[in-house]
């Protein structure tokens, strides 16, 4: 006869989104359901209503609409707090850089009314920002890629000049183009302003192979996980679409290196262009959770759900090990739902 | 020249590099190879095995080393020690 206790939790995830340039939600919450320590009960939280998580089988048990992040903080805490008010909800994990900044505004208010995050500080947040990175590498010895924030599509020329072609130009929170001229780089300019606004950011470009590593740090400097990833099949948006564990010491001491500078709180993404002669360069950090952070969980070190207990006050073991060569493969699936479902979340905004 | 500690081979010459992520395929010769380089064996016990399990002159199994070689090294396989 065996026995076991687990503990109940209601966690609320957003980032249902699982299209080609998939959110992390549904990752996220595939590892939390796998700890065996919890009896979950899982609130998606969705900005559209054909995000596919929210009509996934075994995913969420209940959906609810929240605003845009452009809203602001009054609107999300008072959805947030209807949503809590029949919930009950534990911890909230966030999932999207956009709404990020919000939430870590409003994670105070959220820990008075019971409901934890595991966030980093605004200040964590804003340097490893874009705009800020390559100051960040400086002050705690990365290498980053020299790059130019801009306002105005006429200053692409001469940042073009002094880095030389081709250039990186990237969006404030996503998408960048490589640009071998500047027809093309200016096309690239108005796109990315256009979706995501201004300022734009010109990057040198680096040549080698793109490594990503996802990490998770306690908040006090030390690193929880942090596991390598190779994309091998890249979608024509630069999303992973299959992907394979690495065993490179280097690259966990530059994550770890990464924590214990910033004493980052919560999960990240590093990209990384390592170059033919071995050098690492930081491309971005992204501060949460990657869409392929499942292949964490495969690989024997649960992100999310260390994440959770993290966000509980619990003390957390770092990971010591885990699974080389083990890969991911993303897939396409036609789900059937009908439309009443689909009417239910558009008009009631709930699931 | 010191092949790379943590490489996998597999007895069907499937070769993984943990390192980076890149995979290759080798013939069972490149697979028999790369096996006796990883137990650490110099290149006149490599061709003194090789030579007794396959049919190759000595001079014809050295061009073919040095040309595997390069192959190992070109796709950063192999260090030099």
Sequence with gaps: MSSSIKRKLTVAVTGLNAVDSPGPGVAVIRGIRDCEDFDVRIIGLSYESLEPGIYMEGIADKVYQIPYPAAGTDTLMSRLEYIHSVEKIDVIIPNFDAELHNFIKISK?????????????????????????????????????????????????????????????????????????????????????????????????????EVNIAALGDGEGNTISAVPMRKLFITDKGKAWAGITLEEQSLIDLASKFISATKWRG????????????????????????????????????????????????????????????????????LITDVSEFQKISAFGEL | MKINSNLAVSDSGFIFNPSNGDSFSTNAVGADIIRLMKEGKKLTEIKKEMSAKYDVEPGAFEKDYEDFISQLQDHFLVSHV
């Design chain 1, 109 to 209: 208010q959220l820990k008075e009314i019971g409901i934890a995050t595991f966030l980093p500080s605004n200040e964590q947040f804003e340097a490893r920002d874009k705009v800020n990175l390559f100051k960040f590498g400086e002050k705690h010895g990365f290498l980053i890629p020299r790059d130019k924030t801009i306002y105005d599509v006429s200053e692409l020329a001469g940042v073009a000049k002094e880095f030389e072609y081709p250039i990186v130009v990237k969006g404030k929170y996503y998408e960048a183009t490589v640009a071998y001229t500047l027809e093309q780089a200016q096309k690239a300019y108005h796109k990315l302003n256009a979706k995501w606004g201004l300022p734009i950011i010109v990057q040198e470009f680096i040549s080698g192979t």
């Design chain 1, 267 to 334: 999960g990240f993404e590093i990209e990384i262009m390592r170059t033919n002669d071995g050098k690492p360069y930081i491309m971005e950090v992204n501060p949460r959770f990657p869409a392929w952070i499942y292949l964490t969980v495969g690989a024997g070190q649960n992100q999310p759900a260390s994440l959770v207990k993290l966000a509980l006050g619990e003390k957390v073991e770092p990971y010591t090990s885990y699974a080389v060569g083990k890969l991911f493969i993303r897939y396409a699936w036609d």
